[in-house]
């Protein structure tokens, strides 16, 4: 039996969980700032490091205390390591490392997006080949694993990240921060309307992505039909770009696994959340022989366990790290340089 203490803290939530062989919660405190941040309409990263240095240790002694596991019986203490926001980052990276340091403990640094896509170990078992298709705040990769913990990127965004595009398009209809799960919710009382009808962004690369234009595609005609007097309906129009940004990434997706055949298809990231995503993903994979799996709602935005699945592969390979690792904002997956 493997004890796994993992922490979290690359954005605005301070986590922790305690894992038993990659796959058993035994614990998983997350504690969220967005309350915070919502009033700021988006992270303030000197803001979101300090609300980790005041919630940090309590969310560890929580997550040891809910388990019923002692610091003694834990095996290694697996962290973000990056990317993400430096500040946020170094919190996390210090508080494993007084850990291990103190309670004689090997380290497992961790990169996020890998977290992510362990997640799904939580769901299943995973089967290689896998291809995971990563959304996020900060992401969006096709991610290939031929094998377990091993990852080559296919294809990333060129400019903005989805769930950045969705939280910006969301300023722009008003509906606050975290904008995915509004415009989520509002597009559902939308429509198709060839008034908003949007460009579909292209890219070089045959799996990369791009948002930028999209969102300011949105921006710009929002702008237009408020000058030339018109009333704009926010469900229609976050209803048109959830449906071009969805439709770009899904439809890459499908072709990447036509290509691949992969074993399994996992979705991972914040933006898995999305309910219209999980609707396509399964729609437009029917029929393809390969194994489509979605994470429940808790386990794709930002948390502890998740970096404890991943920890554990890096377990099982001795993928280990040293007092040394510094936190990195812009950390390549392992074996990506
Ligand atoms: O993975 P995550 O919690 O943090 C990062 O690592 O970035 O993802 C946060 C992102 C935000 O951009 C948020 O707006 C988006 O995930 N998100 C959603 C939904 N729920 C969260 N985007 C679209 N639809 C949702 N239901
Ligand atoms: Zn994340």
Redesign the pocket.
């Known amino acids: 039996m493997t004890l796994i203490l993992a922490i979290e803290s ?4 301070t986590a922790c969980a305690i894992i038993r062989d990659g796959r058993e919660i035994l614990s998983n405190i997350v504690s969220s700032q967005i309350n915070t941040h919502t009033l700021y309409g988006g992270v303030v990263p000197e803001v979101a490091s300090r609300i980790h240095v005041e919630n940090i240790s309590t969310v560890i002694c929580e997550a040891l205390k809910e388990s019923g596991v002692t610091m003694n019986e834990i095996d290694a203490v697996a962290y973000t390591l990056g990317p ?1 926001l430096i500040g946020s980052l170094h919190v996390g990276v210090m508080a494993a490392k007084t850990i291990a340091f103190a309670f004689h403990k090997p380290l497992i640094p961790i990169h ?2 890998t977290g ?1 896509i362990y997640a799904n170990a939580f769901v299943t078992d995973l089967k290689f080949p896998l291809m995971a298709l990563v ?5 969006t990769e096709l991610v290939w694993m031929k094998d377990d913990y091993s990852f080559e990127v296919l294809g990333t965004t060129v400019d903005d ?4 595009a ?2 910006k398009v ?1 300023r722009v209809l008003g509906l606050g ?9 509002l597009a559902k009382e939308g429509k198709a309307d060839p008034l908003y009808r949007l460009p579909v962004p292209k890219t070089d690369g045959r799996f990369d992505f791009s948002f930028s234009g999209l969102k300011t595609a949105v921006l710009q005609l929002n702008d237009r039909l408020k000058r030339n007097g018109k009333e704009v309906v926010p469900a229609d129009l976050a209803y048109c770009f ?1 449906e071009t940004a969805l439709g770009l990434l899904t439809d890459k997706t499908v072709k990447a696994v036509q290509e691949y055949h992969p074993a399994m298809l996992v979705l ?10 999980r609707e396509l993903i399964v729609r437009k994979t029917e029929g393809l022989p390969c194994e489509t799996v979605i994470p429940p ?1 808790k386990y ?3 948390n502890a366990a998740m970096i404890g699945a991943a920890g554990y592969a890096a377990y099982r390979r001795g993928a280990f790290g040293t007092m040394e690792d510094m936190a990195d904002p812009g950390l390549m997956m392992p074996g990506e340089n």
């Open positions: 690359s954005c605005d939530e993400g996020h997006i992510h959304v996020s705040g900060g992401h990240a989805i769930g950045e969705y939280d969301a921060y975290p904008g995915g799960p509004a415009i989520d919710r959830q991972a990231g914040g933006v898995a959340a999305n309910s219209r995503l709602l794709c935005t930002d």
